[in-house]
């Protein structure tokens, strides 16, 4: 169950960054509607960063390097292509005005992209938002076979280098609980997060 708070349109990128480090994200009911909601879980989705499991079938994808992966080289693209419908997924959730706060929040150096390409073309990719030692990922694309799998396991790979200790990932799915992605009541979400955000900001980038 995730409890909602109040729809808002009037909310600035320091306010958001706030919600994040008290364990509050944003929504909206659809890609037309300028309001979005806060949301706070009851039970939280999370990937162990010590916990990752790679897929062996993925494991030799990657090992055959079949796509180009860059970080924060499209960041406007991705969420783009992120809010786009496609068959699977005749809806979205990500409207202009959530679309105009994480393009403010990635000029401040708190939100990211890591982007598959094959050649000039992006074919997968993720965005979220760093914070103190956390990483909140937000939405994932792909346009190819294992492109948005693949930028997941390098965005895995990537936090425990730079010394993250949290990838929220907001709810499970089934398609995250393959690679180990947990729920965690609040209360335990809550202490995780508190440590996350003793940390300074840690760079994302290289």
């Known amino acids: 169950m995730a409890r909602r708070r109040g729809r808002d349109t009037s909310i600035t990128p320091d306010i958001l960054l706030r ?11 659809s890609a037309d509607d300028p309001e979005i909601f806060w949301v706070e879980p009851d039970l939280r989705g999370i990937l162990p960063l010590d916990g990752f499991h790679l897929p062996r079938s993925l494991a030799k994808a990657i090992r055959r390097k ?21 068959e699977n997924r005749p809806s979205t959730w990500i409207n202009q005005t959530i679309r105009g706060l994480y393009g403010a929040l990635f000029r401040m150096g708190h939100a990211h992209s890591v982007e598959a390409w094959e050649g000039d073309e992006l074919i997968g990719g993720l965005y979220g938002v760093s914070l103190g030692s956390a990483f909140f990922g937000e939405s994932m694309f792909s346009r190819r076979t294992n492109a948005s799998k693949i930028c997941l396991a390098f965005l895995v790979d990537h936090l425990n280098a730079k010394g993250f200790t949290l990838l929220d990932t907001q709810f499970t799915t089934e ?26 900001n840690l760079p994302f980038g290289d």
């Open 19 to 29: 919600a994040y480090s008290i364990g509050l994200f944003p929504m909206a009911e």
């Open 66 to 86: 079949p796509f180009d992966i860059r970080i924060d080289t499209a960041f406007e693209q991705v969420i783009e292509k992120c809010g786009e419908a496609v």
């Open 175 to 200: 398609h995250l609980k393959t690679f180990g992605a947990i729920d965690v009541p609040k209360a335990e979400y809550a202490r995780l997060l508190e440590r996350a955000m003793a940390s300074p």
